[in-house]
């Protein structure tokens, strides 16, 4: 059985009497919330219905779907639940010693933000990383500036990973590879990262900040390109060159004219 702090114990207690469930049925879902960082579970419990899913400020589906009292219930009891994690010490802390029997992530990145499980997947949060173990397979990621809500896996038959961050739904592929499957070894990133060899000699190409190179020293094997491609490429890369920030707007603007008027 999961062992409980007094104060987990105690909200077992009130919560079991409250919603006249066993506490082996509230210990079930206290343990499908936390495993799904407070902000989802899935659950297999007969008291509620049998299997179903629950999302804060989202979806929540049981076994008897057009029960919508039993629907309220669940979504009424894993809130509180997600709550009760959020401000009191429900579980026992595992020993400094040794890392936790759960503890499947890199034991240099900590004690995660929040963690769980879905399916064939389990996740971990922590400061700018999150690390995924599918298939007995552990990828950690850089995170960037994302501010990770969760994790899900794309149902049917496409296996992608996703999370809910500040800007939407993002692909966990879209993210930095930092270890595990996939890094180069010449090269720590996926292929979601641009090539920085490629953005560095397309700026080298048209200027040079030691030497205050302005846009109009452009090489003359540029300056004098004549043929469509070759201009239609050159303000490509002029554009890469404002959206990263070496050049400006007005840079842009006045060589795009330039190079256009020789078409």
Request: charged letters at 15%; one cysteine or more.
């Amino acid at each position: 059985m999961q062992h409980l702090t007094i104060e987990g114990q105690n909200l077992v207690n009130d919560i079991s009497s409250r919603y006249q469930l066993s506490q082996d049925a509230v210990i079930h879902m206290l343990i499908a919330v936390n495993n799904g960082g407070g902000s989802m579970a899935q659950f297999n419990c007969p008291e509620l219905g049998g299997s179903g899913q629950w999302m804060r400020g989202g979806m929540t589906m049981v076994g008897d779907m057009f029960n919508h009292g039993l629907k309220n219930t669940v979504d009424n009891l894993c809130n509180e639940l997600s709550n009760a994690l959020a401000a009191i010490q429900v579980f026992p802390p595992a020993s400094s010693s040794f890392p936790s029997a759960n503890q499947w992530w890199p034991q240099e990145l900590g004690s995660p933000f929040s963690s769980g499980a879905q399916n064939d997947i389990r996740y971990a949060v922590f400061p700018q990383r999150l690390a995924i173990e599918r298939n007995g397979n552990i990828t950690v990621y850089d995170t960037l500036d994302h501010q990770i809500g969760g994790v899900s896996q794309q149902q049917g038959g496409d296996t992608s990973l996703s999370f809910s961050s500040q800007y939407g739904t993002i692909s966990v592929s879209s993210l930095p590879i930092v270890s595990g499957p996939g890094v180069q070894a010449d090269q720590q990133t996926n292929f979601a990262t641009p090539p920085e060899t490629e953005m560095t000699a397309t700026a080298q190409d048209f200027q040079n900040p030691s030497s205050n190179q302005s846009m109009e020293d452009i090489p003359a094997s540029h300056a004098d390109a004549s043929s469509s491609d070759e201009i239609l490429n050159l303000i490509e890369k002029l554009a890469r060159l404002r959206d990263n920030g070496v050049i400006s707007d007005e840079e842009f603007n006045t060589k795009k004219s330039e190079l256009l008027s020789r078409l």
